[in-house]
């Protein structure tokens, strides 16, 4: 089986997340990224991928504000990220869920506009609903109205039972263990863009026997050292063509 993340692997929603975060952080309802601040959206596209859980994307956006005038180009280390995301304000849950609650309010009042604002990764994204694969298992720290409406719309066939999001503050790691317990699975492959969520799956999971085969998605929102790192931490670096194939290999037993 493989498991997918859905941001930066199944779709690039890299400018609804600028738009959304920059309405959470400063209170606005901007409709479109053209009502951003100049500079604002490019700067925050170039340093997405450091974000895991998407409530740290305000304390990535904050920065963003301050620092757009002189540093268009400017891409933050990650020990100095590190360092943004510890001096944030508020619990975490609650900046996930100012988040989540600004994206819904963005749907509400401009339905269209907002999936105007999403584009699927092809050709992954046909190969998938091409070939029928099932189970589609996605696992994400997206909502879960969000990514469903995203499916949907953009003709994706996923089950909501097959959706593990970041609903309520719950975890990949929480989610996976949710997965693995309902398929029964000795082995799977997960692909995702962040090399941090590999590592803490992999912490967690592959220790003693590997559970899990680890991907790192090259077109999704990767850093400039992240091949590098991924490849150094044996997780294999895959274009989408990579992936595609593998999708068509026969599945191992207990995978």
Request: hydrophobic letters at 40%; glycine letters at 8%.
């Given at each position: 089986m493989?498991?997918?993340?859905?941001?930066?692997?199944?779709?690039?929603?890299?400018?609804?997340?600028?738009?959304?975060?920059?309405?959470?952080?400063?209170?606005?309802?901007?409709?479109?990224?053209?009502?951003?601040?100049?500079?604002?959206?490019?700067?925050?596209?170039?340093?997405?991928?450091?974000?895991?859980?998407?409530?740290?994307?305000?304390t990535?956006?904050?920065?963003?504000?301050?620092?757009?005038?002189?540093?268009?180009?400017?891409?933050?280390?990650?020990?100095?990220?590190?360092?943004?995301?510890?001096?944030?304000?508020?619990a975490?849950?609650?900046?996930?869920?100012?988040?989540?609650?600004?994206?819904?309010?963005?749907?509400?009042?401009n339905?269209?506009g907002?999936?105007?604002?999403?584009?699927?990764?092809q050709?992954?994204?046909?190969?998938?609903?091409?070939?029928?694969?099932?189970?589609?298992?996605?696992?994400?720290?997206?909502?879960?109205?969000a990514?469903?409406?995203?499916?949907?719309?953009?003709?994706?066939p996923?089950?909501?039972?097959?959706?593990?999001?970041?609903?309520?503050?719950?975890?990949?790691?929480?989610?996976?263990?949710h997965?693995?317990?309902?398929?029964?699975?000795?082995?799977?492959?997960?692909?995702?863009?962040?090399?941090?969520?590999?590592?803490?799956?992999?912490?967690?999971?592959?220790?003693?026997?590997?559970?899990?085969?680890?991907?790192?998605?090259?077109?999704?929102?990767?850093?400039?050292?992240?091949?590098?790192?991924?490849t150094?931490?044996?997780?294999?670096?895959?274009?989408?063509?990579?992936?595609?194939?593998?999708?068509?290999?026969?599945?191992?037993?207990?995978?």
């Amino acid at each position: 089986m493989v498991i997918f993340d859905f941001d930066g692997v199944l779709m690039d929603s890299v400018g609804e997340v600028a738009l959304t975060t920059y309405n959470a952080a400063t209170g606005s309802l901007c409709a479109s990224l053209d009502e951003l601040p100049p500079g604002v959206a490019p700067l925050f596209r170039r340093n997405r991928y450091h974000v895991q859980p998407i409530g740290d994307a305000i304390t990535l956006m904050d920065w963003c504000l301050r620092n757009r005038s002189a540093a268009a180009d400017k891409r933050l280390t990650p020990e100095a990220y590190q360092a943004l995301v510890s001096q944030s304000e508020g619990a975490l849950i609650d900046r996930s869920n100012r988040v989540f609650a600004t994206r819904q309010r963005l749907i509400d009042q401009n339905p269209d506009g907002w999936l105007a604002l999403h584009q699927p990764f092809q050709p992954l994204w046909a190969e998938l609903i091409g070939r029928r694969y099932a189970p589609l298992v996605l696992l994400t720290n997206k909502n879960r109205d969000a990514t469903l409406r995203l499916c949907r719309h953009f003709g994706l066939p996923v089950a909501e039972a097959d959706l593990y999001s970041g609903d309520d503050g719950v975890t990949k790691i929480q989610n996976m263990q949710h997965i693995q317990e309902r398929f029964g699975l000795d082995r799977c492959f997960f692909v995702d863009d962040s090399v941090k969520n590999l590592k803490e799956l992999d912490a967690a999971f592959n220790t003693g026997s590997k559970r899990i085969s680890l991907i790192l998605a090259t077109w999704g929102y990767i850093g400039p050292a992240d091949g590098k790192t991924a490849t150094e931490a044996g997780y294999p670096v895959f274009t989408q063509a990579d992936l595609i194939n593998l999708l068509g290999q026969p599945s191992q037993e207990g995978e």
